[in-house]
């Protein structure tokens, strides 16, 4: 199976790439900055606010199986509705929810039926949350589910399904040390789902655990 992962140099995404590997997966992992994919992998140098780029890395893929939208970033220090940071805002939107769309319609040549798209997500776009802290993060999630939810409409008639991943509080750089989940664990729930048939998830919020959550 080949397997391309986005953010694949750090946190989550380094876990899926090495536990790919283990699997005996061919892995492209597609990172930043040169030099930080696992070994093992085919490296892809992108930043996930150059579009057009994303485009030309992906070029050259073949034979894909599965896409996991993993990069993504929590977003400005100021980012309240009563203290923005505008750039910062535009800049998270950019990376959690346009770079996804980017990346699916950029592997689509390379992915037949059968294939799947997986964009992690998170607890914090649920609609039923009133809070308001990190909200250009939570909007930028929030968003990306309702992008994601419509390429899965449309991508069905090919076969390929496309899901929405809530990894919980992970364990990483982004959060932090006190967090619930470990990350190899939340990593191979991920690989698990994305091992699998999806279409019957197709359009799904699903947790990493596999069961489906509220939007």
Not at 21 to 29: F, I, K, N, S
Not at 85 to 109: C, H, I, K, S, Y
């Given at each position: 199976?080949?397997?391309?992962?986005?953010?694949?140099?750090?946190?989550?995404?380094?876990e899926?790439?090495?536990?790919?590997?283990?699997?005996?997966?061919?892995?492209?992992?597609?990172?930043?900055?040169?030099?930080?994919?696992?070994?093992?992998?085919?490296e892809?140098?992108?930043?996930?606010?150059?579009?057009?780029?994303?485009?030309?890395?992906?070029?050259?893929?073949?034979?894909?199986?599965?896409?996991?939208?993993?990069?993504?970033?929590i977003?400005?220090?100021?980012?309240?509705?009563?203290?923005m940071?505008?750039?910062?805002?535009?800049?998270?939107?950019?990376?959690?929810?346009?770079?996804?769309?980017?990346?699916?319609?950029?592997?689509?040549?390379a992915?037949?039926?059968?294939?799947?798209?997986?964009?992690i997500?998170?607890?914090?776009?649920?609609?039923g949350?009133?809070?308001?802290?990190?909200?250009?993060?939570?909007?930028?999630?929030?968003?990306?589910?309702?992008?994601?939810?419509?390429?899965?409409?449309d991508l069905?008639?090919?076969g390929?399904?496309?899901?929405?991943?809530?990894?919980?509080?992970?364990?990483?750089?982004?959060?932090?040390?006190?967090?619930?989940?470990?990350?190899?664990?939340?990593?191979?729930?991920?690989?698990?789902?994305?091992?699998?048939?999806?279409?019957?998830?197709?359009?799904?919020?699903?947790?990493?655990?596999?069961?489906?959550?509220?939007?």
């Open positions: 199976m080949h397997i391309v992962i986005t953010g694949a140099g750090r946190g989550i995404g380094r899926m790439a090495l536990q790919s590997l283990t699997r005996g997966w061919q892995v492209t992992a597609i990172v930043r900055q040169a030099g930080t994919a696992p070994s093992g992998t085919t892809l140098v992108a930043d996930m606010r150059d579009l057009d780029r994303l485009a030309a890395v992906c070029a050259g893929l073949r034979g894909m199986d599965v896409l996991v939208n993993n990069a993504g970033i977003g400005p220090a100021r980012q309240t509705t009563l203290d940071d505008f750039a910062g805002f535009a800049e998270t939107l950019a990376v959690n929810t346009l770079a996804p769309l980017a990346m699916a319609q950029a592997v689509l040549p992915m037949g039926a059968g294939g799947r798209i997986l964009t997500s998170s607890q914090m776009a649920w609609m949350y009133a809070k308001s802290d990190r909200i250009a993060y939570r909007a930028s999630k929030a968003a990306v589910n309702k992008v994601m939810q419509g390429l899965a409409t069905r008639p090919r390929i399904a496309v899901m929405l991943i809530d990894p919980g509080w992970v364990r990483t750089d982004m959060g932090g040390p006190d967090a619930e989940e470990d990350p190899a664990a939340v990593a191979a729930g991920i690989l698990d789902i994305a091992a699998q048939d999806g279409m019957a998830k197709a359009g799904r919020f699903l947790r990493f655990t596999g069961e489906e959550r509220d939007f």
